[in-house]
């Protein structure tokens, strides 16, 4: 089978594929995984979708750092081609999809059926494949965890992202006032399409000058839930729109810098500070994650969500995907198509 294959770490956009200076490498003859358990079930992958923290895994910059050689991946979908005598959830030929540590960046992956979930009829397969890391990490940090109510108000910085879109979508669902912070016109206009209640462009306005000035307009109090991919100075900036009794998620670092919450002010303000590493679910909460994955399928099938591709490679283009994100190209998620025939068809 092909397989995307990290031999050494380093920065898989600096050189094209099949340079021997490049991390990465499509290995045309790996071999198909087999069952490893009377539970197993054997998935052929449609599409795949690229995350940052397969970037960093690559970079080897991430907090997980799996040994040499491995194969980057997380959330897909496909169609089961092989089960184990012990399998009683799924049959071959189901559609499903699911997340992985490794391994999606290939034409096959092994998986437990309890880690499987079936994708509803009227759902498109690579939307499907997009939704588990993103829009889990989003439904996870603002259902589960800051518990957003309707008529609370929401800020999300990197709201053009793939987190940051979920998010935005999600907070809509949950009834929210949204504030969403991106950049370019592109990203501003799409945000807007969208719903959202006020859109601030990072490039030509003061976010906070903005956000307060909307918030005096309707009369609001201030932002009840932070949801912060980016981190650095804006992390700090937003503070001052955060009324008292806020949450604020801390979700990534996409500037590259961890911001400092003060501590004091959280003390004053009576905020609340959410870590939130999505991975950890499945080892320590699992039901969570169950839940958030089926209420997003049952939501993206009665179309309450959309999941907008930026872009679709193939994996011999996977460099280029990366190069996406690495740049900010990408307006919401960047995709990995391993069955380019299924993957047109797949919208039902």
């Known amino acids: 089978m092909e397989a995307l294959v990290c031999r050494k770490l380093g920065d898989p956009t600096a050189t094209n594929l099949g340079n021997p200076e490049s991390p990465v490498e499509v290995s045309k003859t790996h071999p198909i995984p087999s069952l490893n358990s009377d539970t197993a079930v ?40 092989a089960i184990g005598p012990a399998v009683t959830k799924l049959r071959v030929g189901d559609r499903v999809c699911s997340f992985a540590d490794l391994g999606s960046f290939a034409q096959f992956i092994v998986a437990d059926q309890s880690r499987l979930f079936l994708v509803p009829e009227r759902c498109d397969m690579v939307a499907a494949a997009a939704l588990p890391v993103a829009f889990g990490t989003s439904h996870v940090a603002l259902v589960h965890r800051a518990r957003l109510t309707s008529g609370q108000v929401l800020l999300v910085l990197g709201a053009a992202g793939g987190v940051g879109l979920a998010a935005v979508q999600i907070g809509k669902v949950c009834g929210a006032i949204v504030i969403a912070v991106g950049r370019g016109t592109e990203k501003i206009q799409l945000l807007k399409s969208m719903g959202v209640d006020h859109v601030v462009d990072l490039g030509t306005e003061n976010v906070i000058s903005s956000v307060k000035e909307f918030i005096k307009t309707r009369k609001l109090r201030g932002v009840d839930v932070l949801y912060d991919p980016v981190g650095g100075k804006l992390t700090k900036e937003s503070m001052k729109v955060l009324k008292w009794g806020a949450q604020i998620l801390v979700i990534g670092f996409a500037s590259g810098e961890i911001p400092v919450i003060p501590a004091n002010i959280a003390l004053v303000k009576n905020w609340t500070v959410h870590g939130l590493y999505w991975g950890s679910y499945r080892i320590h909460q699992p039901n969570v994650l169950e839940d958030s ?40 998620k960047v995709m990995i198509a391993l069955d380019h025939k299924t993957a047109l068809s797949s919208k039902l």
Do not use: M
């Not at 040499?68 to 496909?78: E, N, R, T, V």
């Not at 099938?301 to 190209?329: E, P």
């Open 42 to 81: 054997r998935v052929r992958v449609i599409a795949t979708s690229l995350n940052y923290a397969n970037y960093l895994q690559i970079l080897g910059k991430y907090q997980e750092k799996p040994p040499l050689p491995f194969i980057p991946g997380s959330d897909y979908s496909g169609i089961v081609d």
């Open 293 to 332: 994955i089926k209420e997003l399928l049952s939501w993206l099938s009665r179309g309450l969500i959309t999941i907008h591709i930026s872009h679709t490679y193939s994996l011999s283009q996977a460099n280029l995907a990366f190069g996406d994100l690495k740049d900010r190209k990408a307006i919401g």
